[in-house]
């Protein structure tokens, strides 16, 4: 067990900039969550997908933001033209099974992205 | 729609003492509660869970939580605490039947020498 990989750690970019982070999952996870995360605050759901299928998007995931999971392996969440309050954490988990989801989440140690 | 409240942003509590913090959540749905904890520049790490069955749910590292299905609350506890166990903790609900979870906003456990 490897562990959730995210890539980079860190991003700095200027306002107005397209970023890309990286999620590798745990192997055989069918499951893969995005989340920011800001200062002071807990976790905010962004997307979920079961296998590479999206199944689920918050009303944070603006139309600048866009995630892919495009075999059902790792998966990349892209910000165009990106802006102030998108500095956060971004962090990725996944989890096992195809029904229900009593399955725990398997968190990265998150993409801290900051903009100039 | 579920929410989740956390109703202590910070606890200090001095090494080898007992502490409990809190959450309330609700849920229009049925839902599963974790307890997460957080160290510095790090992802979430697992301490329990509530699937269904006895109330009292036994953890890692020593703690344990009571699902309080009448006050809608989910508290953890341990009753000796060591320095290593300052870290940012946080309660979450997922629905049983979709694949969002709710986390609440976090309580930082400072344990002084």
């Known amino acids: 067990d490897t562990g959730v990989s995210q890539n980079p750690r860190h991003k700095i970019t200027k306002r107005g900039q397209n970023v890309t982070f990286r999620c590798d999952p745990i192997?055989?996870?069918?499951?893969l969550y995005w989340y920011r995360q800001t200062l002071g605050q807990g976790p905010e759901f962004l997307t979920y997908f079961q296998n590479e299928a999206q199944l689920e998007k918050s009303r944070l995931l603006s139309d600048r933001f866009s995630a892919e999971r495009p075999k059902g392996s790792f998966s990349t969440l892209e910000i165009q033209r990106t802006e102030q309050g998108d500095s956060a954490m971004y962090l990725c988990a996944s989890s096992p099974g195809d029904r229900g989801f009593y399955q725990p989440q398997h968190f990265g140690d998150g993409t801290r992205l900051s903009i100039l | 729609a579920q929410s989740v409240t956390q109703l202590d942003s910070q606890v200090p509590v001095f090494e080898e003492a007992p502490v409990e913090l809190r959450c309330n959540y609700s849920?229009?749905?049925?839902?599963?509660l974790f307890w997460y904890v957080q160290y510095p520049n790090q992802g979430l790490q697992l301490l329990l869970k509530y699937l269904s069955g006895s109330t009292l749910v036994k953890g890692i590292n020593g703690f344990e939580a009571e699902f309080n299905k009448s006050q809608t609350s989910f508290h953890l506890r341990k009753p000796s605490v060591h320095i290593s166990d300052t870290a940012e903790y946080f309660c979450?609900?997922?629905?049983?039947?979709?694949?969002?979870?709710?986390f609440g906003d976090g309580t930082t456990l400072t344990v002084k020498p």
């Open positions: 192997s055989e996870h069918n499951r």
């Open positions: 849920s229009s749905v049925s839902v599963y």
């Open positions: 979450a609900v997922t629905d049983t039947n979709a694949g969002k979870s709710t």
